[in-house]
């Protein structure tokens, strides 16, 4: 909430009501509202306690149409669920038409609202026509999806003046809702959904991987129950053709139901439509396992139990969040046992994520006993066997974690002039496969090797443009973050992993939809999986220093602070488990590891190339 400082009208007080929950509702005190003339830009509130609503105020009688545009901007940013304050601002015909949920433009600053048309109002049956321009930091879609954008944003508010009550209304909008980026943060919250893969089993009993999904919902109207019409409307289209659901197709919450919670027992209930009813014991139990992962970013200690009811109250099923670890690999590995880099003898070595004080230690095997010198390395997840790719870079070798095993021939080579030209450190995905790329130049390939061996594959990647730099998988196996160069600068990229496999035949494995999701660096350097839709990156602005921070894999930004800095980092290495540090190699000082709360603590002077498994 702000004043118009350059407009010439006069200034009205405005004031804003904040519920503080239990029915109390806050008067914060008083704006300036201007009553003509030019409309800025305006940040409203900042960043509240979760707790905190805003609502805004209707249009008062004789609202000038400067305070008409305004008063419906700013009650796009409220938390009134279905917008009816937003409403009132508008004629009869155009609240039948506008849809607020079709999409949510995310601008730098709030809409700049300047008069574009006036018509003489003589008679009581005037127009005005305001344009609103800013630029674009991105858009959430009907889905809830996220993008990044950077266009220009020009739309138009037509208003008119009512002949029966002399009123001043808006007559035509673009669909949708617009709001500054300090709104859109206060507003909204990324949570991920979770569906499973539909081309990739993993885990020891067979059972299907699950993708995150991340989608923003307003977080101040009921997000829980936002997010379960979401999670069963379907994933979004991005990852659609990569992921299936276990909720039969028509799926949705029974007619009436309008919001659900945990009860005194943090168990959800979730009543159902008709076309569950039918749904077997195991088809339920994955129904609620989805429902169980997705209601873990909701809550600060997540839901215990599910019960899932048919569309005449019965009981479907019910399951815990213990039981829904066994239906469903949500992660491929249980907490990784150790942190593992290259040392100064170029071996590879491994340290107790717990450390306690205790010397890095060769692993067993070649990798680490034998006198083959690394570059980089790959522990696969089981953390049974690792890829290490030799010092000049140019062969790949795969060693099991046996000790006195013998090294074998490499399974990969590259024919690169340089060391910068040939082989990445390799990433394992969530099968048990070992990705690779070969950075030569007049040979540049994405390499596949099933079970890190055998002829490799060598996987399409349409709509690539420049050179990959490096390559991480993740857990999940369906997507995968590259570091493409192209021109002098390099840009971080997520693509889905499609695999076509046919009876008898090996797969044909493709990378598709690649998008860019950290823009605003022009150089990225490093890059990890640092969660189930985080990574943490690792680059630079244009001239600008060396910096740390996370994105999503939509390309927005999570809530919180970014690493604490760190001079001369080369790598970075962080688990898809939050809960266990960062580890980085630093020109300065080697190995440093970075906990939760605390600052970067050195390891060992002398090590490169960190790695969790993966």
């Not at 299907?208 to 409307?233: G, I, S």
């Not at 795969?398 to 690169?416: E, I, R, T, Y």
């Not at 999986?529 to 894999?553: C, P, T």
Request: glycine share 10%; proline share 6%; charged share 25%.
């Amino acid at each position: 909430m702000g004043a118009d400082r350059e407009g010439s009208g006069r200034l009205r007080p405005v004031r804003v009501g904040v519920y503080l929950g239990c029915g109390a509702l806050l008067l914060t005190g008083c704006a300036s509202m201007p009553d003509s003339g030019d409309l800025r830009g305006v940040e409203s509130t900042p960043r509240q306690d979760s707790q905190v609503r805003v609502f805004a105020l209707p249009p008062r009688d004789d609202a000038r149409p400067a305070e008409i545009v305004q008063g419906f901007l700013e009650a796009l940013t409220s938390d009134d669920a279905q917008y009816k304050t937003a409403l009132k601002y508008l004629t009869t015909a155009a609240r039948k038409t506008w849809d607020p949920f079709s999409s949510t433009t995310v601008l730098t600053d709030g809409p700049d609202a300047r008069p574009e048309q006036r018509v003489n109002d003589q008679g009581g049956d005037g127009t005005y026509s305001y344009v609103l321009a800013g630029t674009k930091v991105a858009t959430v879609n009907d889905q809830h999806a996220y993008a990044p954008d950077s266009a220009a944003y020009r739309a138009t508010v037509h208003l008119t003046r009512q002949k029966d009550t002399k009123q001043w209304r808006i007559d035509g909008l673009p669909q949708g809702v617009v709001m500054g980026n300090s709104d859109f943060q206060r507003n909204y919250v990324s949570v991920n959904k979770y569906y499973f893969a539909s081309n990739m089993p993993t885990g020891s009993g067979g059972q299907p991987a699950t993708v995150a999904d991340p989608v923003y919902v307003r977080e101040k109207v009921d997000p829980m129950t936002e997010m379960v019409r979401a999670l069963l409307k379907g994933p979004t289209r991005w990852l659609d053709p990569v992921v299936t659901s276990s909720f039969p197709t028509g799926t949705e919450l029974k007619e009436g139901v309008t919001s659900l919670s945990p009860d005194d027992a943090n168990k959800v209930t979730v009543p159902l439509n008709h076309r569950a009813d039918q749904v077997s014991d195991t088809q339920c139990d994955k129904m609620a396992a989805q429902l169980l992962l997705t209601f873990r970013d909701l809550t600060p200690t997540g839901v215990d139990e599910v019960e899932l009811q048919r569309s005449d109250g019965s009981r479907l099923c019910d399951l815990s969040e213990d039981r829904a670890e066994i239906i469903a690999a949500h992660r491929t590995t249980e907490h990784p046992g150790y942190e593992y880099f290259i040392d100064g003898k170029q071996r590879l070595v491994r340290l107790s994520s717990g450390n306690g004080g205790k010397d890095p230690e060769p692993v067993p095997g070649a990798l680490g006993e034998g006198d083959r010198k690394l570059r980089s390395a790959a522990v696969a997840r089981d953390e049974e066997s690792a890829a290490g790719v030799s010092a000049d870079g140019s062969s790949l070798y795969v060693g099991s974690f046996v000790s006195g095993a013998s090294l074998g021939d490499a399974v990969l080579h590259s024919q690169g002039r340089t060391v910068q030209d040939r082989l990445t450190t390799p990433s394992w995905d969530g099968r048990g496969d070992l990705w690779v790329a070969d950075r030569d130049p007049a040979h540049p390939r994405l390499l596949l090797l099933e079970k890190g061996g055998g002829e490799p594959l060598q996987v399409s990647t349409p709509g690539l443009d420049g050179r990959i730099k490096a390559v991480r998988v993740a857990a999940d196996g369906v997507r995968i973050a590259l570091i493409v160069e192209k021109d002098g600068k390099s840009s971080l990229q997520i693509g889905r992993i499609d695999r076509d496999i046919e009876s008898g035949q090996r797969p044909s494995v493709s990378v598709f939809e690649l998008h860019s999701v950290a823009p605003q660096l022009e150089e990225v350097t490093a890059m990890s999986w640092a969660g189930d839709s985080r990574l943490v990156v690792v680059g630079r602005e244009s001239e600008g220093v060396l910096q740390m921070r996370y994105v999503q894999v939509d390309g927005s930004t999570p809530v919180g602070a970014a690493p604490s800095a760190l001079t001369g980092v080369k790598e970075i290495a962080a688990s898809e488990d939050e809960r266990l540090p960062l580890v980085a190699h630093s020109e300065e000082d080697g190995i440093v590891r970075l906990s939760s709360g605390e600052q970067w603590q050195k390891v060992v002077k002398n090590g490169t190339a960190p790695v969790y498994p993966g």
